[in-house]
């Protein structure tokens, strides 16, 4: 079974900065991670490639194999690394000036290119969404580009005489659906622990070969990738506002339902 | 002198400092209190290939220098002493199988050690025996191909979870110190039983047991080394295990100056964090510039090993000054912490008792100044 996974570089921080001028989140002195949740998706490639062996033994080189992809400057390179550290047996940069800009409709477009590039894929996993854009789109976009089945929020995959069997974690109940391969699905954090890297594989890793293609290796349509292929425009980009720091009520208990109540009288919320 | 690392060793370290971050560290409190062998944890290691760091890539290991064993082992302790510890007496039945071992005997023993499938120990402490190695009393008689163990060790890291034991055992009484013989003995050979594990003032979850015995035949094969020269070979393995303790000391030691740093921020003293006082400063300028000087004596001893130089006494010199640092260092970081720093709320009550096994085990300081005056005075006696 040959799975490709599809990764996104993002800025190792909660504090998000954003370039008040461009709207663009600021990376410099920012250290790119795989996003995490994509570790998940991952990991579940791993585990599926290993699984779909006769015994699950360790896989040799060549069989089950996992491809990843991601989309990105030349330093998202570092992201697909860590990657092949992780275990999988091939990396692919998508990296071309034409792919700047890219909204979650290009993105999903520049991947699909790619996935009917690599040509033979059974299943292909996204993280459920990425920390940086939080939008959870650029999954279900690129079933739809690809014209195959897909499902979103996964917590379990299993995969038998062509199917995939995959349990989805909704607000308060599972859905388990069975879907034909090839299918896009994505994954949940929940699904799994990502592994650490052996260190065997963070020295193999170093020094492998990562395949760079570009807007023409991709044979893109130009007005579909990048700017031009993104009907979506950032407009503003803010951190929130701080909350302030809450008032302190002190004293005894009574004196401190007294002086609740009172608050919330003069806030003239309370019902009655 | 450089201890400049390489994108190899840099890569190295930064995956096993995400694994320590990210696994070892947050359950290093749970782990402690498990009075259990930390399974788990070391499956992981040698998942991740880090319980072969040194030994050669044909033997299935990583190929690394002592340096990085060294670098990745004040890691692991800093994160979590007792897998440190784990790592640390593993290498002391690794190491002299690389030195003295046979083809025959690194192929049979040094790969699963590698891979962490077997686990190792190494055995030269008896209950008359500890500082004065020479004073070994278990027996190993010939008997045709075999030879016949009698006798008792004690103290014995990972006894009992390890399958490769390396065991100093006398061969020739008459001759002391010149007539002991090192084996190879693996665990569930007849004769080989486990006796009691300590309870100790720290480090529950790491076995320290008794090793028995009785009428144990131990095929000739498994002898390491050269009859009669068991001396050499645990003098040479207890000279790694010196920078392995060492390591292990600077790794609690910096767990300490760790844990203690931000709680100098957040403690709230006199309407100020305790951090704006200079008696605390000068504690953390002290436990630091020692934390640092103790790691670098570490790391020249591991350095003068990986170039095949003479490093006993830098050995005993890490060994000695990184132990009492520890010990310093730890005693500082409960006293920043006051009240608190003596519950078991925080780690560094924990971290202090840890500290003085390193002042102990493998040469007590009083030992290692010994071997250091020793070097000294033959040296500069001109």
């Known amino acids: 079974m040959n799975?490709?996974?599809?990764?996104?570089?993002?800025?190792?921080?909660?504090?998000?900065?954003?370039?008040?001028?461009?709207?663009?989140?600021?990376?410099?002195?920012?250290?790119?991670?795989?996003?995490?949740?994509?570790?998940?998706?991952?990991?579940?490639?791993?585990?599926?490639?290993?699984?779909?062996?006769?015994?699950?033994?360790?896989?040799?080189?060549?069989?089950?194999?996992?491809?990843?992809?991601?989309?990105?400057?030349?330093?998202?390179?570092?992201?697909?690394?860590?990657?092949l550290a992780m275990g999988a047996d091939e990396a692919i940069l998508l990296v071309d000036n034409a792919f700047r800009g890219s909204d979650t409709l290009a993105t999903s477009y520049t991947l699909a290119a790619a996935v009917r590039r690599i040509g033979d894929a059974d299943l292909i996993l996204c993280g459920k969404q990425a920390i940086d854009g939080d939008t959870g789109q650029v999954g279900p976009g690129l079933a739809e580009r690809l014209g195959v089945p897909q499902v979103t929020f996964a917590i379990g995959l299993e995969v038998a005489d062509g199917k995939l069997r995959a349990k989805r974690v909704l607000d308060d109940f599972f859905e388990v659906l069975e879907v034909k391969l090839p299918a896009v699905v994505t994954v949940v954090k929940q699904a799994n622990d990502p592994r650490h890297p052996s260190m065997r594989n963070v020295l193999k890793a170093k020094k492998a070969e990562i395949k760079k293609w570009s807007a023409a290796d991709l044979e893109a349509d130009p007005k579909q990738t990048g700017f031009d292929g993104s009907p979506t425009q950032v407009v503003k980009v803010w951190p929130p506002e701080k909350r302030g720091g809450g008032k302190k009520i002190e004293g005894s208990a009574d004196e401190v339902a007294g002086e609740l109540a009172k608050l919330i009288k003069d806030m003239n919320i309370a019902a009655g | 002198m450089d201890f400049t690392f390489n994108e190899d060793q840099t890569a190295i370290l930064e995956a096993v400092r995400e694994f320590c971050r990210e696994e070892l560290a947050p359950r290093a409190k749970e782990t402690d209190e498990a009075a259990a062998w930390p399974a788990e944890n070391v499956r992981k290691l040698a998942e991740l290939d880090l319980m072969g760091v040194p030994i050669p890539e044909e033997y299935g290991g990583l190929g690394m220098d002592f340096l990085t064993w060294s670098a990745i082992g004040e890691e692991l302790s800093c994160a979590c002493t007792t897998t440190g510890a784990v790592y640390g007496a593993h290498a002391l039945a690794l190491v002299p199988i690389m030195v003295f071992g046979t083809e025959e005997q690194k192929r049979k023993y040094l790969a699963p050690l590698a891979k962490g499938e077997h686990i190792g120990a190494f055995g030269l402490t008896e209950p008359g025996a500890g500082s004065d190695a020479g004073a070994v009393a278990t027996k190993a008689i010939r008997d045709g191909d075999h030879y016949v163990l009698n006798g008792t060790k004690i103290f014995i890291s990972n006894g009992g979870e390890a399958q490769t034991y390396v065991i100093v055992t006398s061969t020739d009484p008459s001759r002391g110190a010149r007539g002991l013989t090192t084996f190879i003995v693996e665990k569930g050979t007849s004769g080989f039983e486990f006796g009691k594990d300590e309870k100790k003032m720290a480090f529950a979850?790491?076995?320290?047991?008794?090793?028995?015995?009785?009428?144990?035949?131990?095929?000739?094969?498994?002898?390491?080394?050269?009859?009669?020269?068991?001396?050499?070979?645990?003098?040479?393995?207890?000279?790694?295990?010196?920078?392995?303790?060492?390591?292990?000391?600077?790794?609690?030691?910096?767990?300490?100056?760790?844990?203690?740093?931000?709680?100098?921020?957040?403690?709230?003293?006199?309407?100020?964090?305790?951090?704006?006082?200079?008696?605390?400063?000068?504690?953390?300028?002290?436990?630091?510039?020692?934390?640092?000087?103790?790691?670098?004596?570490?790391?020249?001893?591991?350095?003068?090993?990986?170039?095949?130089?003479?490093?006993?006494?830098?050995?005993?010199?890490?060994?000695?000054?990184?132990?009492?640092?520890?010990?310093?260092?730890?005693?500082?970081?409960?006293?920043?912490?006051?009240?608190?720093?003596?519950?078991?709320?925080?780690?560094?009550?924990?971290?202090?008792?840890?500290?003085?096994?390193?002042?102990?085990?493998?040469?007590?300081?009083?030992?290692?100044?010994?071997?250091?005056?020793?070097?000294?005075?033959?040296?500069?006696?001109?």
């Open chain 2, 205 to 382: 979850s790491l076995p320290n047991r008794e090793l028995v015995f009785t009428d144990c035949r131990v095929p000739k094969e498994n002898m390491l080394g050269r009859e009669n020269a068991g001396f050499l070979v645990a003098m040479r393995t207890l000279a790694v295990g010196r920078i392995g303790m060492a390591t292990g000391a600077v790794g609690v030691a910096r767990a300490a100056l760790e844990a203690a740093v931000p709680y100098t921020h957040q403690r709230q003293q006199f309407g100020q964090p305790i951090s704006n006082f200079q008696a605390i400063q000068f504690m953390v300028a002290d436990m630091a510039t020692e934390v640092d000087c103790a790691r670098l004596l570490t790391w020249r001893a591991a350095w003068l090993k990986d170039q095949g130089k003479p490093f006993e006494k830098e050995a005993a010199m890490a060994k000695l000054y990184a132990s009492e640092v520890a010990m310093r260092t730890t005693t500082k970081a409960v006293q920043i912490f006051g009240g608190y720093g003596y519950t078991r709320e925080f780690p560094v009550e924990r971290y202090m008792r840890e500290a003085k096994l390193f002042e102990i085990v493998e040469g007590t300081s009083e030992v290692q100044r010994m071997v250091i005056a020793n070097h000294v005075l033959r040296e500069l006696n001109r």
């Open chain 1, 3 to 83: 799975i490709v996974v599809c990764i996104k570089q993002v800025p190792e921080t909660t504090e998000v900065r954003v370039d008040p001028n461009t709207n663009a989140l600021i990376r410099e002195g920012v250290k790119g991670i795989i996003n995490p949740v994509d570790e998940n998706a991952l990991e579940a490639a791993l585990q599926l490639a290993t699984a779909s062996l006769p015994q699950a033994r360790l896989r040799d080189a060549g069989e089950g194999k996992v491809t990843v992809i991601s989309m990105g400057p030349p330093q998202a390179e570092e992201a697909l690394r860590q990657a």
